[in-house]
C-alpha cells in the first residue's frame, strides 16, 4: 500500500480511526488551520484514508467541507492560495472517485494527471511526493493528460442502456435526474456519482424531464403522449396527466412548484395544476411542434421554442400570447431565460444561439460557432454565462456581457487513431480519422509536419528502426510506405480484402505485419513487396499489431477483447491474453520483448508481463484508448485516446516485483 501506510496499519485499530477520522474534526474545532491544510495537501495522508476500508474516498471529500471558504480566507494564516489548493484537490478526488473507488492505488494517477496544470507551490510539493509511491507497479503521468478540476468533464453517470434524451437537477445541486430511451427516469447522487433508484413505468422513450424547486417532485414528458409525476422521496409514481394528442417533448416547473408547463409535438403548451392535477388551459400559435419550454423565476411568464422556427412569450396568469420573436432560420430545439426574467436564450438546428431582450422584444446578438444544431442551453445562476450542448460533440461556454464564446470543452478535432514512435525517441507519428498522417517533436510537442495521401480514414501508422520510412493502414484497404525525409510516399501494398487497421515493422525493416477487419493478419516482405503468409484465430476484427526487436513474436489486439501472441517462425499461436471487457484498440511490445501494453475501447491502458501472462499496471483513461507505442528506455509510454487526448506515461515500482 506505500510505507506510510504500512506503517500505519501496524497501529492498533482505534489508533487508526482516530487518526483517520477525527485528527482533521480536531484541528478544525480548536482553530489550527494550518495543521488541517497540511494534512490535506500530505499525499501519504489521502492516500492512508482512501484505502482505509472504514473511511474510503468519499470519507476523504467530505474533509474538505469542514471549513467554508469564507471562514478560510478570513483566518490570517490561511491565505486565498490555500483555498484554491484545497478546492482543486478536493475537485480532483469528486471527479476521479468512480475510478478510486474501484481501485484506490489509483490516487498518484489522477492527482498527477489532473493537477499538472498549476503552477502552485501547494500543489507541486504534493505532487512531488506523488511521484516517488511505488508500492506497486503503476503508470505515472508525465505531462497534464486527464480533465482539470473546474473546467470539463467532471464524472460520467453510466446506468441507461439506451440514449439519454433529458436532464434536470434539484435546486440543491445535489441530485440529477435523467431519461432515456430505454424507457427508464434515473435518480443520480451527484455527490458520491451513483444510481439513487430508477423509475419505471413507461413503454417508450422519454424525452424531458423537470423537477420541482423543493427536489420532491419530477416530471417526465414521454412518446406516449402524457406526463408523468414522480414522488422523489419514495421513488413512486404519483398520478399521469393527460390531454396532450402527440408525443411530449418539453417540460418545466414554475419556481414554487405548483404549475408544470408542456410542450407537444401536437403543436400546443399544456399548462398544469400539480395540486389539482388538471389542465388549466391550452397556449395554441405555433404551426409546428414544441420543442423546448422556459418559465421565468417569477412564474408569471413562459416561453417556447418551436419547429416553426420562432419563440413564443406568454402570459401565465391570462393564457394568452405576449408576442412572438423571429430570427432563427431553422427549427428551435433549446430555451433558457435569466434568473430575473430579463434574457431569453435560444438554441437552434442554424447551429446558433440568439440572446433575446424580453423586455424591447428584441434579439441583442447572435452566439455563432457550433457546427451543428444546438440541442440544450443553461444559464448561470447569475446570469453571466450561457452553456450550450450541440450535435457537433461539444459544449461552448457564452459571456452574455460581451456576446462572445469564451471556451469550447473539446481536445481534438478529430479521433486520433495510431500513434508510433522513432527508435530515438526523439518523434512521435500519429494517424488519425481526419486522413492524415502527423510528425510530432516529442521533446517541444509540437507538429512538424503532415503526410497527405490517403482516400480514407488512416487507422495504423509504424516507424522502420532506422526512422527513415513509416507505413500507414487505411479503410481504403492499402497500406503506404511514406519517406519520412522528403514527406513523399515510396509505394502502396494491397491483399486484405476490408480496411486494414495495424501495421507494424519488424526491426531489421524487412517484415510488416498488418491486422485487419477481415480478422486476419498478413506478413509482408518489404523488400520483394510480397505477401509472405497469414495468421488466423482471431474471430472478429484485429485492431491492432505489434511485433518483437528480434521479429520472433507478434502481438495482435482484437475486437473479440482479447490479445494473442504468435510465434512468426512457426506461424502459430503461442497464447491469448484476457483482460479488457471491451475491444482492444491498441497494442505494443517493450525493447526487451518481456512485456506487453494494451489499450481498449475500456478506457484502460494494461501493462503485460508475456512471461507469467499477469496483468502488472494498468491507467485509466477519460475515453477509450486507441493506440499506444513505448520508447526505447522500455518504461516510457504515449498513447492516444478516441477524445483526441494524447497522454505521455511513465512505468513506475517495477522494483517492487524483483
Known amino acids: 500500500m506505500g510505507e506510510f501506510t504500512d506503517k500505519l496499519a501496524t497501529k492498533p485499530l482505534f489508533y487508526q480511526r482516530a487518526y483517520l477520522g477525527s485528527l482533521l474534526p480536531n484541528y478544525v474545532k480548536s482553530g489550527n488551520l494550518e495543521k488541517y491544510y497540511q494534512k490535506l495537501t500530505d499525499f501519504n495522508f489521502l492516500m492512508a484514508k482512501i484505502q482505509h476500508p472504514e473511511f474510503g474516498v468519499q470519507a476523504l471529500i467530505d474533509d474538505f467541507n469542514l471549513v467554508e471558504d469564507s471562514e478560510a ?5 490561511y491565505n486565498t492560495q490555500k483555498v484554491k489548493a484545497l478546492n482543486l484537490i478536493q475537485a480532483t478526488l469528486w471527479m476521479s472517485a468512480d475510478i478510486l473507488e474501484r ?7 489522477q492527482l498527477l494527471g489532473r493537477l499538472l496544470y498549476f503552477e502552485m507551490p501547494h500543489i507541486q510539493v504534493m505532487l512531488e511526493v506523488a511521484k516517488k509511491w511505488k508500492a506497486a507497479p503503476w503508470l505515472r503521468p508525465l505531462t497534464p493528460c486527464l480533465t482539470p478540476p473546474r473546467r470539463g468533464l467532471l464524472r460520467t453517470l453510466e446506468g441507461h442502456s ?9 435546486a440543491d445541486g445535489k441530485r440529477a435526474i435523467s431519461g432515456s430511451f430505454d424507457n427508464t427516469l434515473k435518480v443520480w447522487d451527484l455527490t458520491t456519482g451513483k444510481e439513487e433508484f430508477t423509475l419505471t413505468g413507461y413503454s417508450k422513450g422519454v424525452y424531458a424531464v423537470a423537477v420541482t424547486a423543493d427536489g420532491k417532485r419530477a416530471i417526465s414528458g414521454w412518446w406516449a403522449n402524457t ?49 389539482t392535477r388538471k389542465e388549466e388551459f391550452t397556449f395554441k400559435g405555433h404551426s409546428k411542434g414544441v420543442y423546448a419550454v422556459a418559465i421565468t423565476g417569477d412564474g408569471k411568464r413562459a416561453i417556447s421554442g418551436s419547429d416553426d422556427n420562432t419563440l413564443k412569450v406568454w402570459d401565465l396568469n391570462t393564457g394568452k400570447e405576449e408576442f412572438t420573436l423571429k430570427g432563427h432560420s431553422d427549427s428551435v430545439c433549446a430555451v433558457a431565460v435569466t434568473a430575473d426574467g430579463k434574457l431569453a436564450i435560444s438554441g437552434s438546428a442554424d447551429n446558433t444561439l440568439k440572446v433575446w431582450d424580453l423586455t424591447t422584444e428584441k434579439e441583442l446578438f447572435t452566439l455563432t460557432g457550433h457546427t451543428e444544431l444546438v440541442k440544450s442551453v443553461a444559464v448561470t445562476a447569475e446570469g453571466k454565462l450561457a452553456i450550450s450542448g450541440s450535435w457537433d460533440s461539444t459544449l461552448k461556454v457564452w459571456d452574455l456581457t460581451t456576446g462572445k464564446e469564451q471556451f469550447t470543452l473539446k481536445d481534438h478535432g478529430n479521433s486520433v487513431q495510431a500513434v508510433s514512435v522513432t527508435g530515438d525517441g526523439k518523434r512521435a507519428i500519429s494517424a488519425s480519422w481526419d486522413n492524415t498522417v502527423k510528425v510530432w517533436d516529442l521533446n517541444t510537442g509540437k507538429e512538424q509536419f503532415t503526410l497527405e495521401g490517403h482516400s480514407n480514414w488512416v487507422k495504423a501508422v509504424a516507424i522502420t528502426a532506422d526512422g527513415k520510412r513509416a507505413i500507414s493502414g487505411s479503410w481504403d484497404k492499402t497500406l503506404k510506405v511514406w519517406d519520412l525525409t522528403t514527406g513523399d510516399q515510396l509505394f502502396t501494398l494491397s491483399g486484405h480484402s476490408k480496411s486494414i487497421n495495424a501495421f507494424a515493422v519488424t526491426a531489421d525493416g524487412k517484415w510488416a505485419i498488418s491486422g485487419s477487419w477481415d480478422t486476419t493478419i498478413k506478413v509482408w516482405d518489404l523488400t520483394t513487396v510480397d505477401e509472405l503468409f497469414t495468421l488466423t484465430g482471431h474471430s472478429k476484427s484485429v485492431n491492432a499489431v505489434a511485433v518483437t526487436a528480434d521479429a520472433k513474436r507478434a502481438i495482435s489486439g482484437s475486437s473479440d477483447n482479447t490479445i494473442k501472441v504468435w510465434d512468426l517462425t512457426t506461424r502459430k499461436e503461442e497464447f491469448t491474453l484476457t483482460g479488457h471487457s471491451k475491444s482492444v484498440k491498441a497494442v505494443a511490445i517493450t525493447p526487451d520483448g518481456k512485456r506487453a501494453i494494451s489499450g481498449s475501447l475500456d478506457n484502460s491502458l494494461k501493462v503485460w508481463d508475456l512471461s507469467s501472462q499477469n496483468i502488472i499496471a494498468s491507467f485509466t483513461g477519460e475515453s477509450s484508448l486507441a493506440s499506444c507505442a513505448i520508447a526505447p528506455d522500455g518504461v516510457t509510454i504515449v498513447a492516444g485516446a478516441r477524445s483526441g487526448r494524447v497522454y505521455f506515461l511513465r512505468l513506475e515500482g517495477m522494483e517492487e516485483l524483483t
Open 73 to 77: 480566507v478570513i483566518n490570517p494564516e
Open 162 to 170: 439506451n440514449p439519454v434524451y433529458a436532464v434536470a437537477v434539484t
Open 103 to 109: 481501485d484506490n492505488t489509483k490516487l498518484a494517477e
Open 227 to 275: 406526463l408523468k409525476v414522480w414522488d422523489l422521496t419514495i421513488g413512486k409514481e404519483e398520478f399521469t396527466l393527460k390531454g396532450h394528442s402527440k408525443l411530449v417533448y418539453a417540460v418545466a416547473t414554475t419556481a414554487d412548484g405548483k404549475r408544470a408547463i408542456s410542450g407537444s409535438d401536437d403543436n400546443t403548451l399544456k399548462v398544469w395544476d400539480l395540486t
